[in-house]
């Protein structure tokens, strides 16, 4: 094979040529198919390039070729060569949502007491509820954990609702639902920080009813979850941060989908209940015996249909209306046919609507609604007379791929968008589910009711409010669609003729077989399709519709005339087309093999039997011949960028010109698409049967393709970057993704193809092949890709698969597919040397076997080399590997290897007398393929499937000359996982007339056996492995028993190195001998080497020894030797001239004041971790140095008020060696309190910050970042580990750490540059992944070196071995104990795992390293999933014995054990030997006390000598201004004050240098700087899924240097005590609620209630202002608020018990918010709430002057905010307000002060003493009428009525005295008449 043609020629050939043609299987999305290839199709000659481009392949027949686009596949007369011959089921896995809860603002509705419920599926939590607050802040953390399959869980809904909950029910304030796929789908599957609006469903003209911020993220086992930064400021704008995808519209309207149910067709006749059997016994067979009904769920909503009665062809007529947000956050909608059972309903089949198919999200008129239809969709499920099993519901229910057809549905779906909502409330019903037995049923899950009717209401499955009520989707009936009228139905043929049937299972083969080609219900010979009475169309319509939609050569593009000279558009007589199919095989009964008799085949060498099923479908073939373009323009798109990764691979330079031809082509292909839909589209406006999906589709498939062009060219004229080519093919396959995604028509027409093997009348197993791949057409680029070739189809039994190989036969058909009309194509690509028995060549008469016209005697030699890479399947984790290879009749097995992964049979497998009919021409180009199994042989049991692949021979024939044929790697594959390769030759020699004799003889060892021989075996050369053996780690125990004495033995090309034994491996499990080698003889074509085993056993007494573990190394390319680069050569001993080498600007060397005035910027951006990538480097003679500036600015004058330092040292700037300088800096607002004490949480802070900028900035801050001037400020900002300054000013400057958000070794690699870690195995390895953690048995650690010796070397290493001279351990450290001090610190862990029921945890933290353990148990913090735990550990251990730390987080537990939540692991020693230097990270800046003190034990100085010495360099220099280290000068300030004495000192400059250490030629790397590594946690219990992260570091120390300084205090920081006083003044312009009942006069008794938020037990009330007739109120009351708080996190601890029951006070930290709320007190119902003020301390606006400026939008318009921490004091007028409303004004006085000063200067609550208040000048109205009666009568009464009451009371006396007077009168005067 040479590559040596242009790149353009070798692309073609490497798909015509044998040697590529098995490197790229291609996983499909589709997996409709066993044999889903989808791939061009392959020659197996060198076919010249003009053939390739012709489009058929004999260039007579074809007299031009097409006017537009000239690449079509090449016409092979067999598929393409696919190895893996079965994909594994889908099985259920685990999946873990992970969702928190940070807070809820602007919810709707008045002092609500919210709770946030999260269900999923049918699991539910909620959070805890809030009080009296519209913005409620939980930060709570749930995780759901599922095991399902990928399909069931993705479509699950994630709803999110807020309740507000009063005492006995709880009312819903709106929800949010979105489905798992939506979150999946997102980058990281995740949303971080997002607001989820809520909106209510029941009532769409509502609009928004609040936003909740979450994050929810979904991991898949393996997944590692980023842990995001929370971010958590007042100011962030909610639509700018909605929880939606990218590109949605941030207000989504609200939209009806309706789902239109017609009608359906060719259900199973007989339902599969058990009932069923006996019905039938008892009414005949005639009816059907099923009642359907649909049912359509959406988004937890749910609808069905009526039931239909009786009828397997039901007509509803119903549409099923949702009301959903539009775009819906829900990928797919379900459809499933039921059948009503008498005892329980049955699914009859299920589809999916994926939307994004049937829609187009684009802006403007490119996008399009989601639409549909109507169109018939196709349902598949279990086979249609398969008695009840546990796996058919399954395939009913949409749940693997479905074996069988079960009928189609006419349906049609709409969208439509509702303006504003008016009127729409009525169209949405609340149903309650009626309690019936049916209720519950629907979709197996979902409650359900019977539906009355067309139009019966059905409750759907979403349960709302928690109260059963279901927003159900309403079921409307909808007039039939247009008439389906039978003429519309174009007559379809299918032809096959079986060319090879064999590997048929002997289980089987001992009954006649036949072989049953099915298309719907037509040709099923056990259930006939009851249509056949359906005329044949007539020709004019026939003709009408063709002249319309068939793109022949009339209306695509110009394509070739057609190919014959009856022309498609003259439709034959209507009578010929037959009205019988024959669509099964002639029953016969079948041989066994020759040679291991294992499997049986039929003889079909000289007759091959054909089948022909006549079936009716509407004529819709246009759709499936657009897929069909499309695809094939993916399929040579994808060919192309396949060829060129694979040529990347090989690294070799072709591949990116492959690339960019492919890409070329691409566009070319794509151009001329385009062309032809636009024809399309014209032709076809004004056709009836184009649905709207089918025009937009057209449209979209256009646009797509216009982009992809735009893409493709973009990428094409891209310039070479590093790293680039791997980019460029990173994209090109995201745009074959993207093409993959047209391909597929959600609009189904023809079903597909089913193929079963029938035994005994009963159906034994299948193959399901599309429609579309056969379907014909007279213009290539349309056409299937497997119409008219011979297909290898692997018939799979139906059902759960069992383990194993489950093939049960192999069949090479030739299928080809079409109309009627077009059937005299159909024997056109039959391949040459056949011709039809019996019977004509069209659909009137279609043969009915083939014959073979010549017929030739082949023998098939197998050269089955070695394996490599192979399945573990013995429990020593070994298997004993035999190869089974099958051919036609034929089928031989290897010898069995035994106890190997990579086996080398070195045998060959004659198989002669094979007969091949055909052309001899054609058997050249397409012989038959060769199926090879790899087993495990088992003494006791059946052998085990390892493994199979798929191959084709090389022909060699009689009249050739004979060449040896090449040794080829095909993939192994078993199920879906891979199962290794498989290195063999395979060739198939044609037997000449003379006899067998004169063929190449074979080499023939003793028993028979054959080698392969020496022409086809690899040329060996003498290679030399040395191997490094370091030690072994974390050996588990084997057969009960410690391992003890280990030894290793590395196996490669059948030799073996024994290394030492261990003689304890507990004390020391290093080995003693380091280095050893061996010779091997290896082939020279690299690709070709064979694998190297490592075993571990462990030797026993009375010399038995066990066998530990193994691990195989596939390829041996690491081990490459490369010499090392030459060190720079030595200094000269005088001082060299300083010479400058910059290459724009040379700055003269004196003064080095240039801003960073060399070579190397000195604000390097981030330099890469690569050794070798330095920024421009200079070519420089050897004996120069050159000149590197580490400075930032000019060195300053001298100092004019130089501040005292005690330290000899000082550090460069005056203000990182905290001295006395600390006490006299400005309060800044970091601190935000003159009294916190930098320590080191303030870096921690500091570098959190930092980073967050970093994000937001541009991807360098630290280039454009700012020194503050401060005098004397030497700080250098190095590769982004300064600060950046809030603002300029004399504002400290802390020094910082890096923060990683993951694991360091995911930074740095695993820290495996001195030796490299390989992990041991022992066990069966079992299909499920979970597996490997229980075969794993321990580590080995080692180093292997490979390269070829030449003649001389070969003397020469006789000697060089026992000198010691070795290449392979250049600078490897000797591995004797070492004594380490470890220092382990654990600043926080976030997001556990929950543990406890309450869905929090108790976590404390064990830390294991080998014997010690430290358990942290009585430091557990309470009630917590993001503890904050600042905890050092400090252990002495001794490497390699201790070399494995754990970090263990334990959830403590009172009663029983403590749970494990999870635990890293960090090999440590790894670490400390690495040339990172992971030992102790370099700080930023060299500081010697304070929070930034030095930490390791040797200084800067000192660690830069000890980095030259142990790389070989010569010394560091150091002179005044100036470090020199291998000849590069490094200049900086190294002369400091102290005290007025100048001091010198190297040390920052050194540490600059070993920031830049990376620069340093040939030795170089970048140095571990100081951080904080985040590292996840894992839990056997739940594998592979992240269990929460852990902030920590580690520094180590050998126990041989000086002893490092005490440890860093990282303590978590006490939160500060404050206390804020509020005194209530005065409130103005209150609502007045109250009216009185005499005088209707409106009043309030107001007063004021506040509180900080999460302190609601510390609420405080003023005292009532009665009778505010003006709403002001006069109050004089002093709150007073005690509060700890955290200044730095800005956040308010509230430690306190949940309750009663609780142990311990839970922590929890909240921001500061202060809430006033101004109430109206009711003496005998309760209180009126009146309004409310929510003021976050950290910002809130300033109070207005007077009550009249006071304004409701004071709160929201963006005035300056004031922060009480800084302030201290505030007074004025703040606003209350309810439902966006104002309803107050209230006048306050804040003033925050410490607790120290709380204590000194103590005040009242109230109007208390200390300090007390006044008492208010209240109006005399204000009291309370019901304690003071009297009061209320004077002022109620007495001051509205006095005047009347006066004037009553004078006329009641005036009235009194007149009666009295006229009561008296008449006896006084008789009296006086009488006494006269």
């Known amino acids: 094979m040479d590559h040596s043609d242009s790149p353009a020629n070798t692309r073609r050939k490497a798909k015509t040529m044998f040697g590529l043609k098995v490197k790229k299987k291609k996983k499909h999305a589709n997996k409709d198919l066993v044999l889903a290839n989808k791939g061009a199709l392959e020659s197996e000659v060198e076919v010249p390039e003009e053939s390739l481009l012709l489009e058929g392949e004999n260039p007579d027949d074809e007299p031009g070729t097409s006017a537009v686009r000239t690449r079509i596949i090449p016409n092979t007369k067999r598929a393409k060569l696919k190895t893996r011959i079965q994909d594994s089921e889908g099985k259920p896995q685990s999946f873990q949502i992970a969702i928190n809860i940070t807070e809820a603002r602007q919810l709707v509705g008045e002092n609500i007491d919210p709770s946030v419920v999260i269900e999923i599926g049918d699991e539910k939590k909620q959070t805890s509820v809030k009080e009296g607050t519209n913005a409620p802040f939980y930060n709570e953390y749930f995780v759901f954990d599922f095991f399902a399959h990928k399909e069931v869980f993705f479509d699950k809904v994630i709803k999110l609702t807020v309740v507000h909950s009063k005492m006995l029910r709880s009312f819903c304030i709106g929800s949010f639902k979105l489905d798992v796929w939506t979150v999946y789908k997102q980058p990281g599957h995740q949303f971080m920080n997002k607001w989820a609006m809520l909106t209510n469903p029941c009532d769409i003209s509502t609009g928004v009813k609040g936003y909740v911020k979450c994050d929810i993220s979904v991991s898949a086992k393996g997944d590692a979850m980023q842990p995001g930064q929370k971010a958590s400021d007042a100011e962030e704008q909610i639509d700018k941060n909605l929880l939606i995808p990218e590109g949605f519209p941030s207000e989504r309207p609200w939209a009806r989908f309706c789902v239109k149910v017609y009608q359906a067709e060719g259900l199973p006749r007989n339902n599969s209940s058990i009932m069923a059997n006996v019905t039938k016994a008892f009414i005949g067979d005639n009816t059907a015996l099923i009642d359907p009904y649909v049912v359509v769920s959406f988004f937890k909503q749910v609808g069905r249909t009526s039931t239909q009665k009786s009828t397997a062809d039901p007509v509803w007529n119903e549409q099923i209306v949702f009301t959903e947000m539009f775009p819906p956050l829900c990928q797919r909608l379900k459809i499933q046919v039921w059948d009503e059972g008498s005892m329980s309903d049955v699914a009859i089949g299920t589809h999916y609507f994926d939307l994004r198919r049937i829609s187009n999200e684009q802006d403007g008129d490119k996008g399009f609604l989601p639409t549909f239809g109507p169109a018939w969709i196709n349902l598949y499920g279990s086979a249609r007379n398969f008695s009840l099993g546990d796996d058919t519901v399954e395939l009913n229910e949409g749940i693997g791929e479905g074996v069988s057809y079960r009928g189609r549905v006419y349906m049609e779906l709409a969208v439509e968008i509702l303006s504003g909502g008016t009127g729409s409330e009525s169209k949405l019903r609340i149903v309650k589910p009626l309690k019936d037995a049916k209720a519950g049923k629907a979709g197996g899950k979902d409650g359900k009711t019977p539906a009355g009717g067309g139009a019966g209401g059905a409750a759907g499955g979403a349960a709302d409010d928690d109260k059963g009520k279901a927003v159900a989707a309403e079921v409307l009936p909808v007039e039939s669609p247009p008439e389906l009228n039978p003429d519309d139905k174009e007559s379809f043929l299918l032809f096959g003729a079986l060319f090879e049937a064999t590997m048929i299972d002997r289980k089987i083969g001992d009954k006649p077989i036949s072989f049953e080609f099915s298309l719907g219900n037509y040709g099923n010979v056990l259930e006939p399709a009851g249509q056949s009475s359906l005329t044949a169309p007539s020709p004019a319509v026939s003709r009408r519709r063709r002249a319309l939609d068939v793109p022949d050569s009339s209306d695509m593009h110009g394509a070739s005339p057609p190919l014959s000279p009856s022309s498609p558009l003259l439709p034959r007589e209507p009578q010929d087309i037959p009205q019988v199919s024959k669509s099964t095989t002639p029953a016969e009964k079948p041989l066994i093999v020759e040679g291991n008799r294992y499997y049986m085949y039929l003889p079909l060498e000289k007759q091959k039997p054909c089948i022909n099923v006549l079936s009716h479908w509407e004529d819709r073939t246009y759709r499936l011949y657009n897929s069909n373009m499309l695809e094939n323009i993916a399929v040579l798109f994808e060919e192309g960028v396949a060829s060129a990764a694979e040529l990347h691979r090989k690294s070799d330079p072709g591949a990116e010109l492959m690339l960019k031809t492919s890409l070329k082509e691409f566009c070319m292909d794509a151009r001329s698409f385009i062309a032809a839909a636009e024809a399309k589209l014209k032709a076809e406006l004004k056709s009836t049967y184009l649905t709207q999906l089918d025009k937009k589709r057209l449209t979209m498939c256009k646009q797509e393709l216009e982009s992809m062009i735009g893409e493709a060219q973009s990428l094409e004229e891209r310039k070479r970057k590093a790293g680039g080519m791997k980019e460029m093919l990173q994209d090109a396959t995201k745009l074959t993704q993207k093409l993959r995604f047209l391909v597929v028509e959600p609009q189904h027409t023809v079903p597909d193809i089913f193929v079963w093997l029938l035994s005994n009348n009963k159906r034994v197993a299948y193959a399901r092949i599309r429609a579309r791949d056969l379907l014909f057409s007279s213009s290539t680029e349309a056409k299937g890709i497997h119409c008219g070739k011979i297909i290898t189809l692997f018939l799979k039994p139906p059902g759960k698969r069992v383990a194993g190989l489950s093939v049960q036969a192999k069949l090479d058909v030739y299928l080809w597919f079409g109309t009627c009309l077009d059937s005299i194509y159909m024997l056109d690509d039959l391949p040459a040397g056949f011709s039809p028995a019996a019977g004509g060549t069209d659909a009137s008469n279609p043969p009915k076997s083939l014959l073979g016209t010549e017929e030739h005697q082949f023998e098939l030699r197998c050269h089955m080399y070695q394996a490599r890479g192979l399945i573990a399947a013995d429990n ?69 499937y390892l493994g199979a692949t798929v191959a084709v021979p090389e022909v060699r024939l009689a009249s050739d000359p004979y060449r040896p044929p090449t040794l080829q790697y095909s993939p192994l594959h078993c199920g879906s996982q891979s199962g290794g390769d498989l290195l063999a030759a395979f060739e198939l020699l044609q037997v000449p007339q003379s006899g067998e004799q004169n063929l190449p003889a074979l080499e023939e060892q003793e028993g028979g056996i054959y080698t392969v021989p020496d022409n086809i075996r690899p040329v060996l050369s003498t290679y030399r492995l040395e191997v490094l053996f370091w030690g072994l780690r974390e050996l588990k125990k084997v ?107 040379a700055p003269t060397p004196e003064p080095p004041s240039t801003e960073g005035g060399f070579i190397f910027a000195s604000h390097p951006i981030e330099l890469s971790q690569h050794a070798g990538e330095t920024s421009s480097t200079v070519a420089l003679t050897k004996d120069q140095d050159f000149l590197i500036t580490v400075e930032d600015e000019p060195p300053p004058p001298a100092p004019p008020t130089p501040k005292p330092e005690p330290k000899k040292t000082k550090d460069g700037k005056m203000k990182t060696t905290r001295g006395r300088s600390t006490k006299r800096r400005k309060r800044t607002i970091a601190d935000e309190s003159a009294e916190s004490v930098i320590d080191w949480w303030s870096k921690y802070y500091a570098s959190v910050e930092k980073q967050a900028k970093q994000k937001d900035g541009s991807p360098f801050p630290q280039v454009f970042e700012k020194v503050s001037s401060s005098v004397g400020d030497k700080k250098k900002k190095h590769k982004g580990k300064g600060v950046m300054e809030p603002k300029p000013g004399p504002l400290p400057k802390l020094a910082t750490l890096k923060l990683y958000n993951k694991e360091l070794e995911a930074e740095f690699g695993p820290f495996d540059d001195w030796v490299n870690t390989y992990e041991l195995f022992r066990g069966k390895a079992n299909e499920e992944d979970g597996a490997t953690d229980e075969r794993y048995v321990g580590k080995f650690k080692g180093r292997f070196c490979l390269y070829k010796l030449n003649e001389d070397e070969d003397e020469d290493w006789e000697e060089a071995a026992d000198t010691g001279y070795f290449r392979v351990n250049r600078g490897i450290p000797p591995n004797c104990p070492v004594q380490v001090l470890i220092r382990v610190y654990i600043v926080s862990a976030s997001n556990l795992h929950p543990a406890d029921p309450d869905g929090k945890a108790d976590p404390y933290i064990v830390v294991r390293l080998g014997k010690n353990e430290i358990k942290d148990r009585d430091n557990y913090i309470p009630k917590q999933l993001n503890p904050v735990f600042g905890r050092s550990f400090e252990i002495q251990a001794s490497f390699p014995r201790e070399s494995l730390l754990s970090v263990l987080i334990y959830d403590y537990d009172l009663v029983g054990g403590d749970d494990l939540i999870g635990e890293t692991r960090i090999d440590l020693e790894n670490r400390f030997y690495s040339r990172h230097r992971a030992t102790c990270g370099l700080p930023t800046e060299y500081s010697l006390d304070g929070y930034n003190a030095w930490r390791d034990c040797l200084k800067p100085s000192e660690l830069l000598s000890k980095l030259c010495r142990d790389n070989g360099l010569e010394d560091p220099q150091f002179r005044p201004g100036r470090i ?211 003021l976050d301390l950290h910002g809130f606006p300033r109070g207005a002057k007077t009550a009249k400026s006071c304004k409701a939008d004071m709160l929201t318009d963006g005035t300056e905010k004031i922060s009480i921490f800084q302030q201290k004091r505030a007074r004025g007028w703040w606003p209350f307000g309810k439902s966006g409303e104002l309803t107050g004004k209230v006048e306050a006085e804040f003033h925050l002060v410490t607790a ?36 209320c009568f004077f002022h109620l009464v007495w001051r509205s009525y006095k005047k009347y009451i006066i004037i009553a009371l004078v006329v009641l006396i005036t009235m009194l005295f007149l009666a009295l007077l006229f009561y008296t009168l008449p006896g006084a005067i008789s009296q006086k008449i009488v006494n006269g």
């Open 876 to 944: 020593s984790g070994l298997s004993d590997p035999f190869a089974r290879v099958t051919y036609l009749s034929h089928s031989q097995t290897t010898n069995v290897i035994s106890q190997t992964l990579s086996p080398t049979w070195n045998q060959s497998l004659p198989m002669s007398r094979l007969l091949l009919s055909g052309d001899l021409q054609y058997i050249q180009q397409e012989p038959p393929r060769i199926l090879i199994e790899v087993y495990d042989d088992d003494a006791l049991g059946k052998a085990e």
């Open 1039 to 1145: 057969q009960f028993l410690s391992v003890d004495r280990p030894q290793v033995f590395i196996e490669c090309a059948g030799k073996t190195l024994r290394s030492s034994v261990i003689q304890k491996y507990k004390s020391n499990p290093n080995f003693t001998t380091l280095v050893d080698a061996i010779e091997l003889e290896l082939p020279e074509n690299e690709h070709l080497h064979p694998p190297l085993s490592i075993t571990v056993v462990d030797w026993r007494a009375f010399g038995r020894s066990t066998l530990v573990g193994n691990h195989i190394i596939n390829n041996l390319k690491a081990f490459k030797y490369t010499p090392p680069p030459a060190l720079p050569a030595p200094i000269q001993t005088h001082k060299p001239p300083m010479v400058t080498y910059t290459p724009a600007r």
């Open 1524 to 1734: 020199t280290v291998a000849d590069k000068v490094f200049t900086g300030k190294t002369v400091f004050m102290d005290e007025d004495e100048p001091v010198e000192s190297y040390e920052h400059l050194s540490l600059k240098i070993l920031h830049r250490w990376a620069e340093i030629p040939a030795v170089g790397c970048k140095l571990v700087p100081e951080h904080i590594e985040t590292r996840t946690l894992f839990n056997k219990a739940r594998p592979g899924l992240d269990q929460g992260q852990v902030q920590m570091w580690v520094d180590m120390f050998p126990l041989d240097l000086p002893h490092p300084g005490p440890s860093v205090d990282i303590s978590p920081r006490k939160p500060k005590g404050y206390e804020l006083r509020i005194i209530i003044w005065n409130t103005e312009d209150v609502i007045l609620e109250d009216s009185n009942f005499l005088t209707g006069q409106q009043s309030s008794d107001i007063y004021i209630k506040g509180w900080l938020k999460g302190l609601e037990d510390d609420r405080q009330e003023t005292d009532v202002h009665y009778n505010s007739l003006t709403g002001e109120g006069n109050f004089n009351w002093r709150f007073v608020f005690p509060f700890s708080y955290l200044p730095a996190e800005k956040v308010v601890v509230v430690r306190k018990r949940e309750s009663i029951f609780s142990l311990d006070k839970t922590e929890q930290k909240l921001p500061a918010i202060l809430i006033l709320q101004v109430w109206d007190f009711e003496t005998l119902s309760s209180d009126d709430f009146l309004g409310t003020v929510e």
């Open 1796 to 1831: 120290e000063e709380a204590e000194k200067n103590p005040v009242g609550r109230a109007r208390k003493e200390p300090e007390p208040l006044p008492k208010p000048n209240r109006p005399d109205t204000s009291f309370s009428w019901f304690v003071n009666p009297f009061k």
